[in-house]
């Protein structure tokens, strides 16, 4: 999975452009990375950046996912955990050789992979997430929307939490996958802080051009459910169960006041 910043950088180590580089080796408007390349003894597809007896042809530029593995990374409280699920640490099975290697801590495996910078576009980016929903909270709460009795609109917002990514981006439409995850920014592309900064004011920007001089409640509803769309589909690619965060900005909603 993959967040803006990670297709950015993704795309520089291979000397393209990032919308390239999404319509080349991505899938779902750019979220996740495709996995086309040849076929393991397992059965499965290696990864489209992986060249056979030369291993990551974009090693330099590879995202968080892969600097983690096989660790997982899990926000409690503002505090990053590290997990890795099963008895039996996975690489031993797949690649023995880890056996040869020294053993390091967390904090040392992390640092060798150079990990910060991409963790800080991980949780900047997850603001991110949040802002776009405050859109949507907004065209919803304070327009009138919802203090009309509308109830159609949380129903929308349960049903995207269950579509699947093909189904998502159909409904957000090319024009805002585009501003979300290849965003025309071409300073401060090595700090992923003020990258996802500038990135957040630009959707900003968009969202008050767009739907500043919205009219009816329908136009209203269609806004809000947008919104909530673009919110999750970045949720997806931050590795977020999008189901969960749906039906939590639902019962946030309906603790102020709208209706389902």
């Known amino acids: 999975m993959l967040n803006p910043w990670e297709l950015l950088n993704f795309s520089a180590e291979k000397k393209i452009t990032p919308r390239k580089f999404r319509d080349l080796y991505t899938e779902f ?11 393991d003894k397992k059965g499965q597809k290696a990864c489209s950046q992986y060249l056979d007896n030369a291993g990551c042809s974009v090693h330099q530029g590879r995202p968080l996912a892969c600097r983690l593995y096989p660790l997982g990374r899990q926000i409690q409280f503002n505090k990053a955990h590290y997990i890795y ?53 907004e065209l919803l709460l304070e327009s009138g929307l919802a203090a009309s009795g509308d109830t159609k609109t949380l129903k929308a917002w349960r049903t995207l939490g269950n579509d699947i990514p093909e189904i998502l981006v159909e409904k957000i439409g090319n024009e805002w ?17 003020l990258f996802a900064k500038e990135h957040n004011d ?11 001089s919205l009219q009816t409640l329908q136009e209203l509803h269609e806004a809000a459910v947008l919104m909530i769309a673009v ?22 909603a309906k603790s102020h006041g709208t209706k389902e």
């Open 29 to 39: 408007g750019g979220i996740r990375l495709l996995f086309n390349g040849n076929t």
């Open 177 to 193: 996958i585009d501003c979300l995850m290849i965003p025309n920014i071409l300073e401060k592309t090595e700090n992923p802080i």
């Open 85 to 137: 699920e099963g008895a039996t640490f996975p690489c031993l099975t797949d690649c023995a050789e880890v056996l040869n290697l020294p053993k390091l801590s967390v904090g040392e495996y992390l640092k060798g992979q150079e990990a910060g910078p991409f963790e800080k576009a991980q949780d900047a980016y997850l603001i991110v997430m949040q802002n776009i929903a405050d859109i949507a909270f």
């Open 231 to 252: 919110a999750l589909h970045l949720a997806r690619g931050l590795g977020a169960d999008a189901k969960e965060i749906s039906e939590h900005w639902i019962e946030t």
């Open 202 to 212: 630009l959707i900003l920007l968009k969202a008050q051009k767009q739907f500043g």
